[in-house]
Nanobody, 123 residues
Framework: QVQLVESGGGLVQAGGSLRLSCAASGRIFSTYVMGWFRQVPGKEREFVASITWSGASTYYADSVKGRFTIARDNARNTVSLQMNSLRPEDTAVYYC????????????????WGQGTQVTVSS
């Protein structure tokens, strides 16, 4: 069983930056995939980025490629999402997720989820 807790959300102006962090506890194996998703009320949850727990492989949604960076610190059991050049369209609740699945963009393939952290980008 794995527990995930997100932190670092907040209010930022367009063009600014935020760093989200996901603290993980429980049994996590190096083959697990960790991901960040986001969701706006009334819309489906959207894939943002993923990384293998080992850190060897990363994958990004086209909408954030070149602006966001996902990373992990296995020693501290954390996964981060550095968000630069933020846009109002990035406003959402951001969720950390994980699991053994390699279907990186598919919400239903992840077994563990955090409670989410709000990111608001103003114009």
């Amino acid at each position: 069983q794995v527990q995930l807790v997100e932190s670092g959300g907040g209010l930022v102006q367009a063009g600014g930056s935020l760093r989200l962090s996901c603290a993980a506890s429980g049994r996590i194996f190096s083959t697990y995939v960790m991901g960040w998703f986001r969701q706006v009320p009334g819309k489906e949850r959207e894939f943002v980025a993923s990384i293998t727990w080992s850190g060897a492989s990363t994958y990004y949604a086209d909408s954030v490629k070149g602006r966001f960076t996902i990373a992990r610190d296995n020693a501290r059991n954390t996964v981060s999402l550095q968000m630069n050049s933020l846009r109002p369209e990035d406003t959402a609740v951001y969720y950390c997720a994980g699991g053994p699945s390699v279907r990186r963009t598919v919400v239903a393939s992840y077994d563990y989820w955090g409670q989410g952290t709000q990111v608001t980008v103003s114009s």
